[in-house]
Protein backbone atom coordinates (compact mmCIF):
# COMPACT_ATOMS: atom_id res chain seq x y z
CA UNK A 1 0.00 0.00 0.00
CA UNK A 2 1.48 3.37 -0.98
CA UNK A 3 2.53 5.58 1.48
CA UNK A 4 0.08 9.14 2.90
CA UNK A 5 1.92 11.85 1.60
CA UNK A 6 1.42 14.74 4.11
CA UNK A 7 2.48 18.86 4.06
CA UNK A 8 2.76 20.37 7.36
CA UNK A 9 2.02 24.20 7.96
CA UNK A 10 2.31 25.77 10.84
CA UNK A 11 4.76 29.02 11.81
CA UNK A 12 5.47 27.81 14.76
CA UNK A 13 8.96 25.04 14.44
CA UNK A 14 8.26 23.46 17.87
CA UNK A 15 4.77 22.89 17.21
CA UNK A 16 5.58 21.48 13.44
CA UNK A 17 8.39 19.15 14.96
CA UNK A 18 6.00 17.91 17.25
CA UNK A 19 3.25 17.07 14.62
CA UNK A 20 5.54 15.89 12.10
CA UNK A 21 6.99 13.09 14.95
CA UNK A 22 2.84 12.39 16.02
CA UNK A 23 1.85 11.71 12.45
CA UNK A 24 4.84 9.55 11.88
CA UNK A 25 4.19 7.57 14.82
CA UNK A 26 0.91 6.27 12.84
CA UNK A 27 2.52 4.54 10.17
CA UNK A 28 2.63 4.76 6.31
CA UNK A 29 2.59 8.19 6.30
CA UNK A 30 5.52 10.44 4.71
CA UNK A 31 6.03 13.74 5.61
CA UNK A 32 6.95 15.61 2.52
CA UNK A 33 7.10 19.24 3.11
CA UNK A 34 6.86 21.88 6.20
CA UNK A 35 5.58 25.16 5.36
CA UNK A 36 6.17 28.06 7.65
CA UNK A 37 2.71 30.41 6.42
CA UNK A 38 0.06 30.07 3.78
CA UNK A 39 1.77 30.86 1.02
CA UNK A 40 4.31 28.67 1.45
CA UNK A 41 1.65 25.73 2.19
CA UNK A 42 -0.25 26.95 -1.13
CA UNK A 43 3.58 26.36 -3.17
CA UNK A 44 3.67 23.04 -1.41
CA UNK A 45 0.55 21.57 -2.07
CA UNK A 46 1.22 23.07 -5.89
CA UNK A 47 4.58 21.21 -5.79
CA UNK A 48 4.02 17.93 -4.29
CA UNK A 49 0.48 17.43 -4.31
CA UNK A 50 0.08 15.49 -1.45
CA UNK A 51 -2.81 13.26 -0.16
CA UNK A 52 -3.12 15.53 3.01
CA UNK A 53 -2.28 19.05 3.94
CA UNK A 54 -2.18 19.75 8.31
CA UNK A 55 -2.95 23.26 8.09
CA UNK A 56 -3.08 26.27 10.87
CA UNK A 57 -5.09 28.95 10.68
CA UNK A 58 -3.25 31.20 12.36
CA UNK A 59 -0.40 32.13 9.97
CA UNK A 60 1.78 34.54 8.34
CA UNK A 61 1.28 36.14 5.01
CA UNK A 62 -1.35 34.26 3.92
CA UNK A 63 -4.16 33.18 6.85
CA UNK A 64 -5.07 29.89 6.96
CA UNK A 65 -8.58 30.08 5.94
CA UNK A 66 -8.00 31.85 2.58
CA UNK A 67 -4.98 29.44 2.21
CA UNK A 68 -7.23 26.57 2.00
CA UNK A 69 -9.55 27.53 -1.39
CA UNK A 70 -6.11 28.09 -2.86
CA UNK A 71 -4.60 25.17 -1.72
CA UNK A 72 -8.04 23.18 -3.31
CA UNK A 73 -7.25 24.73 -6.37
CA UNK A 74 -3.66 24.09 -7.08
CA UNK A 75 -4.17 20.33 -5.60
CA UNK A 76 -7.85 19.23 -5.52
CA UNK A 77 -7.26 15.45 -4.40
CA UNK A 78 -5.51 17.26 -1.27
CA UNK A 79 -7.29 16.83 1.92
CA UNK A 80 -7.02 19.56 4.41
CA UNK A 81 -7.00 18.83 7.99
CA UNK A 82 -7.27 22.42 10.30
CA UNK A 83 -5.50 22.23 13.45
CA UNK A 84 -5.94 25.50 15.53
CA UNK A 85 -6.53 26.79 18.84
CA UNK A 86 -9.80 28.54 17.72
CA UNK A 87 -13.42 27.42 18.46
CA UNK A 88 -14.97 30.22 16.96
CA UNK A 89 -18.15 29.68 14.84
CA UNK A 90 -16.93 31.60 11.88
CA UNK A 91 -13.63 30.28 11.93
CA UNK A 92 -14.78 26.51 11.58
CA UNK A 93 -17.87 27.39 9.23
CA UNK A 94 -15.60 29.09 6.74
CA UNK A 95 -12.40 26.84 6.80
CA UNK A 96 -15.36 24.07 5.61
CA UNK A 97 -16.85 25.89 3.09
CA UNK A 98 -13.41 26.69 1.77
CA UNK A 99 -12.88 23.18 1.37
CA UNK A 100 -11.48 21.90 4.46
CA UNK A 101 -12.33 18.04 5.46
CA UNK A 102 -11.96 18.20 8.88
CA UNK A 103 -11.37 20.84 12.07
CA UNK A 104 -9.45 19.72 15.14
CA UNK A 105 -8.56 21.92 18.20
CA UNK A 106 -4.89 21.72 18.96
CA UNK A 107 -5.79 20.85 22.65
CA UNK A 108 -6.70 17.38 21.67
CA UNK A 109 -5.35 16.29 18.50
CA UNK A 110 -2.92 13.95 20.08
CA UNK A 111 -5.76 12.01 20.29
CA UNK A 112 -7.83 12.65 17.24
CA UNK A 113 -5.63 13.10 14.77
CA UNK A 114 -5.14 9.53 13.39
CA UNK A 115 -8.68 9.62 13.28
CA UNK A 116 -9.42 12.64 11.49
CA UNK A 117 -6.51 10.74 8.87
CA UNK A 118 -8.40 7.78 8.60
CA UNK A 119 -11.97 9.86 7.98
CA UNK A 120 -10.85 12.04 5.38
CA UNK A 121 -9.08 9.32 3.34
CA UNK A 122 -12.18 8.03 2.93
CA UNK A 123 -13.89 11.19 1.46
CA UNK A 124 -15.42 12.01 5.00
CA UNK A 125 -15.42 15.00 7.32
CA UNK A 126 -14.29 15.05 10.64
CA UNK A 127 -14.98 17.85 13.67
CA UNK A 128 -13.31 17.23 17.10
CA UNK A 129 -16.43 16.25 19.30
CA UNK A 130 -14.98 19.41 21.51
CA UNK A 131 -16.46 21.33 19.13
CA UNK A 132 -20.12 22.04 20.26
CA UNK A 133 -23.20 20.99 18.43
CA UNK A 134 -24.07 24.69 18.57
CA UNK A 135 -21.22 25.75 16.87
CA UNK A 136 -21.59 23.46 14.13
CA UNK A 137 -25.17 22.29 13.27
CA UNK A 138 -25.94 24.56 10.91
CA UNK A 139 -22.70 25.40 9.70
CA UNK A 140 -23.72 25.28 5.78
CA UNK A 141 -27.14 26.34 5.96
CA UNK A 142 -26.71 30.11 5.25
CA UNK A 143 -24.65 30.69 2.34
CA UNK A 144 -24.67 34.52 3.26
CA UNK A 145 -22.47 34.06 5.86
CA UNK A 146 -19.09 33.86 5.04
CA UNK A 147 -15.58 34.60 6.16
CA UNK A 148 -15.20 37.90 4.36
CA UNK A 149 -19.09 38.88 5.95
CA UNK A 150 -17.70 41.59 7.30
CA UNK A 151 -17.37 45.36 5.32
CA UNK A 152 -13.83 43.61 3.72
CA UNK A 153 -13.95 41.19 0.82
CA UNK A 154 -11.34 38.11 0.82
CA UNK A 155 -8.45 40.05 -1.14
CA UNK A 156 -8.43 42.97 1.02
CA UNK A 157 -8.21 40.61 4.13
CA UNK A 158 -5.56 39.36 2.76
CA UNK A 159 -4.12 42.38 2.16
CA UNK A 160 -5.07 43.82 5.54
CA UNK A 161 -3.04 41.13 6.93
CA UNK A 162 0.34 41.46 5.05
CA UNK A 163 0.28 45.17 5.43
CA UNK A 164 -0.19 44.80 9.37
CA UNK A 165 2.67 42.27 9.47
CA UNK A 166 4.45 45.17 7.92
CA UNK A 167 4.99 44.10 4.47
CA UNK A 168 5.40 46.80 1.90
CA UNK A 169 3.20 47.73 -1.15
CA UNK A 170 6.02 45.50 -3.77
CA UNK A 171 6.32 42.78 -1.20
CA UNK A 172 2.68 42.13 -0.90
CA UNK A 173 2.28 42.64 -4.72
CA UNK A 174 5.15 39.55 -5.31
CA UNK A 175 2.81 37.88 -2.15
CA UNK A 176 -0.49 38.11 -3.82
CA UNK A 177 0.83 37.75 -7.96
CA UNK A 178 -0.65 41.52 -8.31
CA UNK A 179 0.70 44.70 -9.17
CA UNK A 180 1.63 47.01 -6.50
CA UNK A 181 -1.19 49.26 -8.26
CA UNK A 182 -3.64 46.82 -7.59
CA UNK A 183 -2.16 46.79 -3.72
CA UNK A 184 -2.67 50.70 -3.39
CA UNK A 185 -6.05 50.33 -4.77
CA UNK A 186 -7.10 47.56 -2.10
CA UNK A 187 -5.27 49.50 0.91
CA UNK A 188 -7.61 52.83 -0.38
CA UNK A 189 -10.63 50.70 -0.35
CA UNK A 190 -9.75 49.12 3.18
CA UNK A 191 -8.92 52.60 4.64
CA UNK A 192 -12.25 53.76 3.04
CA UNK A 193 -14.47 50.91 4.40
CA UNK A 194 -12.82 50.59 7.64
CA UNK A 195 -12.45 54.56 8.38
CA UNK A 196 -8.57 53.92 9.76
CA UNK A 197 -6.66 56.63 10.58
CA UNK A 198 -3.30 55.14 10.67
CA UNK A 199 -1.17 52.27 10.33
CA UNK A 200 -1.28 51.69 13.89
CA UNK A 201 -4.91 51.57 13.83
CA UNK A 202 -4.88 48.93 11.20
CA UNK A 203 -2.83 46.42 13.23
CA UNK A 204 -5.16 46.57 16.42
CA UNK A 205 -8.06 45.84 13.67
CA UNK A 206 -5.97 42.46 12.41
CA UNK A 207 -5.62 41.74 15.80
CA UNK A 208 -9.03 41.98 16.56
CA UNK A 209 -10.46 40.11 13.82
CA UNK A 210 -8.11 37.17 14.35
CA UNK A 211 -5.69 37.97 10.92
CA UNK A 212 -2.43 38.22 13.25
CA UNK A 213 -1.57 37.22 16.69
CA UNK A 214 0.34 39.72 19.08
Request: net charge neutral; with cysteine.
Amino acid sequence: MDKITVVLADDHDLVREGIARLVESFGNIEIVGQAGDGHEAVILAREKKPDIMLLDIAMPKLLGVEAISEIKDVSPLTKVIVLSMHNKERYIKDCMRNGAAAYLLKESAVHELKYAIEHVMKDQIFLSPAISRNVVKDWLTDAKTAYSAGPLTVREREVLKLLAEGHSNKEIAAMLFISPKTVETHRYRINEKLNLGSVADLVRYAIKEGLISV
